[in-house]
């Protein structure tokens, strides 16, 4: 049932309404619709309050304010207490009319005059943070607080930790006062129009687009978009935006496009493989591909985690940090496979013992496989860069990377179960019938959250040992499903009726 009367607007909510007012008429009316919380949003959430937490030391001698978060009653009584103290004030909160924000530090300036900061764990301003920024500069000016500048505080990526965390090269400060300046005008007329939304008694219809994945995955996607079939017109290949053109016509299933739809050379493959319900496969691409394959194969495949903050010297912030690899090694065309791996359990760096087992994993000649190449490249490169002594190693190593990735990014091999995408995680069920489906981990950003909660923060001893067998089995599938998918290329490039044979399903 909608409220009667009028509701209190946060930042966080102010912004849902600038994307969609399903979305800000369902924080108010309906929260039991919303899924829980998954652990790698929560894991990203977490590390953006340590971040913002961390910007306080820059401020010597400020205050926090208490209370609740989103209890006004307490924050702002307290705040209006502290201001004539004119010191730093953290988490500061104002009300104006029924527009709510707290601040994330507030500086005192010349005369009564103060400056506004916005921290984000980012490692720039983006679009989405004007806004932000502007509501916040337009309910102080309402409550009577000056503002002299408005600046965002974000990560700088290009910081090298080198002992002790040095907070004044890890922020980087922008000024974004000019930018939050043109958006002002316009808050009072939004902010009027979501308190419309809100009191409405029912939910505005609104049909799904692109503000449900940009500037970030809408919590509700997953309720909005399940009226969808399986190969709807949102899964056409490189162009979600032309899929949603379509559902306003009224299209929804792949198999019906009309035929004025202009396609991509990919995205016909992509609706002929799935009308015919057969693999499309362009098999001298796909054969000289694999005729560049050189025994022994080793595929392999890395797991990483990337802190905002830095944990080891010499590391950036968000540098992908590898703690665990999986190699599988095929020495002969009609030879088994050995399987190397390793994963590091200790909270110390990862990548001395990581290096040293994968040097012995991988052989002196012969393909290395992976999935992605820049991303093991990076990773192999930066790996490297912690030995002077590796740099001939290294460059050995990375002329002899193989994308598997490059067949499917292509669609020179396209199973209509992919559903226009060609990650690994679409791929290797589609080709081979493995999946990650049974795995308690099983992508890569859960095995990145896992990893580094239960390494790097106190965890039951059990659940730690839980957590890595867990991710031995997820990262040791990866290599393995690189294997079972080059045998399955190899297979329908030798036997021309597979391709001409309907996919079972």
């Keep these: 049932m909608a409220r009667e009367t009028p509701p209190l607007i946060s930042k966080s909510r102010y912004l ?35 971040v ?20 006004a009653e307490e924050v702002v009584p307290e705040t209006h207490r502290h201001l004539p103290l004119r010191v730093p004030l953290f988490e500061a909160g104002f009300v104006y009319r029924n527009a709510y924000a707290r601040v994330d530090v507030l500086e005192p300036v010349e005369a009564d005059r103060w400056d506004l900061y916005e921290v984000k764990s980012s490692t720039r301003v983006k679009n989405e943070h004007i806004p932000d920024v502007a509501f916040q500069r337009h309910i102080l000016a309402g409550a009577g607080v000056e503002v002299r500048s408005c600046y965002l505080l974000h990560v700088d990526n290009q910081y090298v930790l080198q002992g002790e965390l040095d907070l004044g090269r890890f922020f980087n400060a922008e000024d974004v006062t000019e930018e939050t300046a043109g958006l002002l005008p316009a808050i009072d007329d939004d902010l009027e129009r979501m308190t419309e939304v809100v009191l409405s008694e029912r939910c505005p219809e ?32 490189g162009d979600r935006a032309k899929g949603f053109k379509l559902l306003e016509r009224g299209v929804t299933e792949l198999r019906e496009l009309p035929e004025d739809v202009f396609l991509t050379g990919k995205q016909r493959i992509q609706v002929e493989a799935l009308r015919s319900q057969r693999v499309h496969l362009s098999r001298p ?18 797991e990483t985690f990337m802190p905002a903050i830095p944990l080891l010297d010499g590391t950036r912030p968000y540098q992908q940090i590898p703690f665990q690899f ?23 760096d990862p990548r001395t013992g990581l290096l040293a087992e994968l040097r012995r994993a991988i052989r002196p000649t ?16 930066d790996l490297a860069a912690t030995d002077d002594d590796l740099f001939d190693w290294w460059e050995d190593l990375d002329g002899r990377l193989v994308d598997l ?42 095995a990145s959250t896992e990893y580094f909660r239960v390494t790097y923060t106190d965890v039951p001893e059990e659940e730690r040992v839980r957590v890595y067998r867990e991710l031995r ?3 040791d599938l990866d290599t393995e499903g690189m294997m079972r998918i080059v045998e399955r290329l190899r297979e329908l490039v030798d036997n021309e009726w597979l391709t001409d044979s309907k996919v079972k399903g």
């Excluded at 913002?52 to 209890?71: K, N, V």
């Excluded at 503000?211 to 009226?227: A, G, H, M, R």
């Excluded at 020179?412 to 290797?428: F, I, R, T």
């Design 285 to 302: 691409e796909v054969q000289q591909f694999l005729a560049g394959l050189e025994y022994p194969i080793h595929y392999l495949d890395f």
């Design 326 to 348: 999986s190699c599988h090694v095929v020495g002969s065309p009609q030879g088994a496979s050995e399987h190397h791996s390793c994963l590091a359990e200790e909270s110390q």
């Design 473 to 475: 089995e997820y990262c």
């Design 366 to 381: 012969g393909s290395v496989v992976v999935y992605n190449a820049p991303f093991e490249r990076g990773v192999l490169r």
């Design 206 to 237: 609104v049909g799904i687009g692109v503000q449900c994945t940009s500037p970030y995955e809408c919590s509700l996607k997953s309720v909005c978009w399940d009226f969808l079939p399986e190969d709807s017109v949102t899964t056409l290949h």
């Design 52 to 71: 913002g937490e961390m910007a306080r030391d820059l401020f010597p001698g400020g205050l926090l304010i208490s209370g609740e978060r989103h209890r």
């Design 16 to 50: 849902s309404g600038l994307l969609c007012p399903k979305l800000l008429w369902c924080h108010y009316n309906d929260r039991e619709i919303f899924p829980p919380v998954d652990p790698v949003r929560q894991a990203i959430f977490d590390q953006g309050h340590r």
């Design 405 to 446: 990735f490059a067949p499917f990014r292509s669609f020179h091999a396209y199973h209509p179960e992919q559903h226009g995408s060609a990650s690994m995680k679409d791929v290797l069920p589609a080709f081979t019938g493995l999946d990650y489906g049974h795995l308690p981990i099983a992508d890569g950003m859960a």
